[in-house]
T-cell receptor
Framework: EDQVTQSPEALRLQEGESSSLNCSYT??????LFWYRQDPGKGPEFLFT???AGEEKEKERLKATLTKKESFLHITAPKPEDSATYLC???????????FGKGTRLHILP | ETGVTQTPRHLVMGMTNKKSLKCEQH?????MYWYKQSAKKPLELMFV???????ENNSVPSRFSPECPNSSHLFLHLHTLQPEDSALYLC??????????????FGPGTRLTVL
């Protein structure tokens, strides 16, 4: 069964303390992996798309990487405004189905 | 207006009411989606419209009825809902292009409470 699992479920960091969020997936025929950021009471905001193993993308303090089984979202020297839920999703299969993980709630303490 | 807009932002309805959610995208996309987001659960895809035709319906109860009159507008008609239907309903749009993954752009959502 196609599955997307994100860990940890929640993460509290001090401002400036770098860390990584994990998204592991078991799908056949990966077409793309997406990262989104969601603030409370708002819709998800698109961050990155990764297409193949070895690919990396960066945006400000965020860097996303992809292997054949998982993706990491690295957060370098985070600030309180980086606090949000980060969602991972994959598009895969003959029907290009999109499957979301449950997300990681990130809280950056000042 | 830019991006994806949704109205209303909040809705409280009784189990016997009929209401509609509206979504509009200003991105020139050719596909639109309805998702349900409940606490502690991943986003659940409800309906997909590509080029104004419904291409996916993930076994959603008939009390939810979608309508896509054109590529910019999407509605979700609600009737005789249950309390467990209370959730954040998100609309998204994307540009379906052969060979590329479909990055979706989401609206702010409608917070629905069914009494």
């Amino acid at each position: 069964e196609d599955q997307v699992t994100q860990s940890p479920e929640a993460l509290r960091l001090q401002e400036g303390e770098s860390s990584s969020l994990n998204c592991s997936y078991t799908v056949s025929g990966l077409r793309g992996l997406f990262w989104y950021r969601q603030d409370p009471g708002k819709g998800p905001e698109f961050l990155f798309t990764l297409y193949s193993a070895g690919e990396e993308k960066e945006k400000e303090r965020l860097k996303a990487t992809l292997t054949k089984k998982e993706s990491f979202l690295h957060i370098t020297a985070p600030k309180p405004e980086d606090s949000a839920t980060y969602l991972c999703a994959v598009q895969a299969g003959r029907d290009d189905k999109i499957i979301f993980g449950k997300g990681t709630r990130l809280h950056i303490l000042p | 207006e830019t991006g994806v807009t949704q109205t209303p932002r909040h809705l409280v309805m009784g189990m016997t009411n009929k209401k509609s959610l509206k979504c509009e995208q200003h991105l020139g996309h050719n596909a639109m989606y309805w998702y349900k987001q409940s606490a502690k659960k991943p986003l659940e895809l409800m309906f997909v419209y590509s080029l104004e035709e419904r291409v996916e319906n993930n076994s959603v109860p008939s009390r939810f009825s979608p309508e896509c009159p054109n590529s910019s507008h999407l509605f979700l008609h609600l009737h005789t809902l249950q309390p467990e239907d209370s959730a954040l309903y998100l609309c998204a749009s994307s540009s379906i292009t052969s060979g590329r993954a479909d990055e979706q752009f989401f609206g702010p959502g409608t917070r629905l409470t069914v009494l």
